[in-house]
């Protein structure tokens, strides 16, 4: 009995050193396609999530009193209030968590897989699918993407505590399997689409009756209680579009043509896609026809053959819903991180047809699903590339996706840095001209103001953000007037920046930059925008300075003080701004501070002009400091 036992073990162990080596196989995969990525920038959304700004980072209790955007995600938010106490905005870090979600994630879906089918090399499989997996490039290697990679895990420490329950009839099993879903669903709300999965899970790993479908799926009804009344306290109003069914059937079809194929057969252009103007012709619709009858006639027979598959194939399906576009949801109409969660089941479903056409020695099967493997580490591994600086990644996004007004945007603001306005100008000029299909643009605006947002026009804009943002649009044509201005085309970008205003009238930015194009034809009217500034966003320092120069024309010098001490915490390389504010001191008779000011505005970092600076020394009967 003894030397049974020990043959028993010996087998055990036999087994356990390859499935060990398969898991720290499928680690070490996800961290070195991901490597790179430690060394990214803030990209897009990063820094107001590193800085606390809107989307209720700053501390534990804004992060689930405050909402997540136009979302509710309070673990994630305490995840960035966690990290910024401790890294303080250093991007290295935020990276580093968000590799080892997903290399962890890796090895958890291995795992998952083992339990579904107790075959270690369809676990390992399955794992090194969903490492390589290009649809997790957006969630891993972009910061903003941790609502992602961390609903991943908590979905796969879901799944995985629910099957072992089933197999041990644990109930602490079952427990836990609940609190990993609320998890879930407090990283991010797609989770929740998963809920199905549950009672259905009665009836293919339980006792496929009605009675145990309620045991099981009591916990979570409880938790999902808890749910709701932690989004009424602290999330945003519920949001929906509502579009016409052809619209919507039509999305829906050209979204699973860019899922399903970025999936099967994985593209460059899938990462940094943002919009469905790829998809034009009935081609797309036609191929979304064709992968959606494929995932129900495959589910369908899986259902017949192996439910413990079907059952994971249904996982993937639910919580791809809700990004389907069919329920058309306030977001982006498309995204290279949307379909993470997704990918968890597409994983388990590649990697188990892998295993199981390599044993029964269907190769074509094996080589396809190989070859599936083999581009999507390298489509991966160059979308890692993208994701490492804004420039770099805008750029891209811009070549692939050229109508994302966000990408132009973005795009726009760094030729402009680099001195090339007249091409950023060029750049949205073209994309505004695409969206009121005509070269004449700015006099249809002129002209029709409201009007000009026919139904064409409303539906390209939906294209670009899932629903219509004419606030998002005025900032748009406000951006093609900033590079204007910076032509020398000031007269021509007073007139577009007006026209912005029509559409954003309390945009802080567009108000500046208005004031700042018409303060020497009509400086009152400059002043009444700026002062609408501030009266918007008391905290604007860059207004707060522009603002405060007229004041010391208009020998208003206490409000001059007023609004200076307040900006200069933010605008202490801006020379011209401590000349202001020593030029204040000296008119109210603090001559001391107004010499310590003086030097500041000598030393900044973008020093006030020397004549500017002697003439107010002369003035202020100031010798000239030695050299």
């Not at 990918?343 to 094996?366: D, E, H, N, P, Q």
């Not at 024309?553 to 202001?580: C, H, T, V």
Request: contains cysteine; charged residues 15%; aromatic residues 12%.
């Amino acid at each position: 009995m003894a030397e049974t036992a020990s043959r028993t073990s010996s087998a055990e162990s036999k087994l356990l050193t390859p499935w060990r080596w398969g898991q720290a196989l499928v680690f070490l995969l996800a961290v070195a396609l991901y490597f790179p990525a430690l060394k990214g920038k803030l990209i897009w959304d990063d820094e107001p999530l590193v800085t606390g700004g809107s989307f209720g980072t700053h501390d534990l209790l804004a992060a689930f009193t405050k909402p997540f955007g136009n979302f509710y995600r309070p673990f994630t938010s305490a995840s960035f209030a966690i990290e910024n106490s401790l890294w303080h905005g250093n991007p290295f870090f935020y990276h580093q968590t968000n590799l080892l979600l997903h290399a962890i994630t890796s090895v958890l879906v291995a795992y998952l897989a083992l339990l579904l089918t107790k075959k270690p090399l369809a676990g390992i499989l399955s794992g090194v699918f969903f490492a390589a997996q290009s649809m997790q490039v957006g969630g891993t290697a972009w910061i903003g993407g941790r609502t992602d990679v961390l609903g991943a895990f908590f979905l796969t420490c879901f799944l995985i505590s629910l099957l072992l329950h089933y197999q041990t009839s644990k109930v602490g099993w079952l427990v836990c399997s609940a609190f990993m879903f609320f998890f879930a669903a407090l990283s991010k709300e797609q989770s929740v689409a998963m809920a199905p999965a549950v009672p259905l899970s009665a009836f293919v790993f339980g006792k496929r009756n009605w009675k145990d479908c309620g045991r099981v799926t009591l916990p979570f009804a409880l938790l999902g209680l808890v749910y709701m009344a932690m989004w009424k306290l602290g999330g945003p109003p519920l949001r929906s579009v509502h579009d016409p069914v052809g619209d919507m059937v039509l999305r829906f079809l050209k979204t699973a043509a860019h899922y399903g194929t970025a999936f099967l057969f994985p593209n460059e252009p899938s990462l940094v896609t943002f919009t469905l103007e790829r998809y034009q012709g009935f081609l797309w619709v036609a191929i979304g026809i064709l992968i959606v009858m494929a995932s129900g006639l495959g589910i369908r027979g899986l259902w017949k053959s192996n439910r413990e598959l079907a059952f994971i194939a249904i996982c993937a399906l639910l919580v791809y819903i809700p990004v389907s576009n069919i329920p058309t949801v306030p977001s982006l109409v498309a995204g290279p991180y949307r379909c993470t969660v997704a990918g968890i089941g597409i994983a388990c479903l590649f990697g188990c047809a892998a295993a199981w056409s390599w044993s029964s020695k269907r190769y074509v099967l094996t080589g396809l699903l190989g070859a599936n493997l083999l581009v999507g580490t390298f489509v991966t591994a160059w979308g890692v590339q993208q994701w490492l600086t804004p420039d770099g990644f805008f750029k891209t996004v811009t070549e692939y996706d050229k109508h994302f007004m966000v990408g132009v945007e973005f795009e726009a603001h760094y030729l402009d840095n680099q001195g090339k306005s007249a091409e950023a100008a060029e750049l949205v000029n073209t994309n505004l001209t695409w969206l009121f299909d005509s070269p004449q643009w700015p006099q249809l605006l002129e002209q029709q103001k409201a009007s000009a947002i026919t139904p064409d026009v409303r539906k390209r804009l939906r294209t670009n953000t899932g629903f219509i943002n004419i606030g998002s649009l005025g900032n748009f044509i406000a951006t093609y007037g900033f590079s204007l201005a910076k032509t020398g085309r000031g007269p021509e970008a007073a007139v577009v920046i007006k026209d912005a205003l029509y559409f954003s009238p309390k945009d802080t930015w567009i108000n500046l930059l208005y004031g700042r194009l018409v303060v020497r034809q009509d400086r009152a009217e400059a002043i009444r925008h700026w002062e609408t500034v501030m009266q918007i966003n008391p905290d604007y320092d860059e207004c707060a300075v522009v603002l405060a120069h007229q004041r010391i024309l208009d020998k208003n010098f206490p409000d001059a003080i007023r609004l200076l001490e307040k900006a200069m915490r933010s605008q202490a390389d801006n020379g011209f701004a401590w000349l202001d504010l020593a030029d204040a001191y000296m008119n109210t008779g603090r001559k001391a501070d107004a010499l310590t000011t003086l030097l500041k505005a000598e030393s900044a970092p973008r020093p006030a002009r020397p004549d500017f600076v002697a003439k107010l020394r002369a003035k202020m009967g100031a010798p000239a400091p030695p050299r």
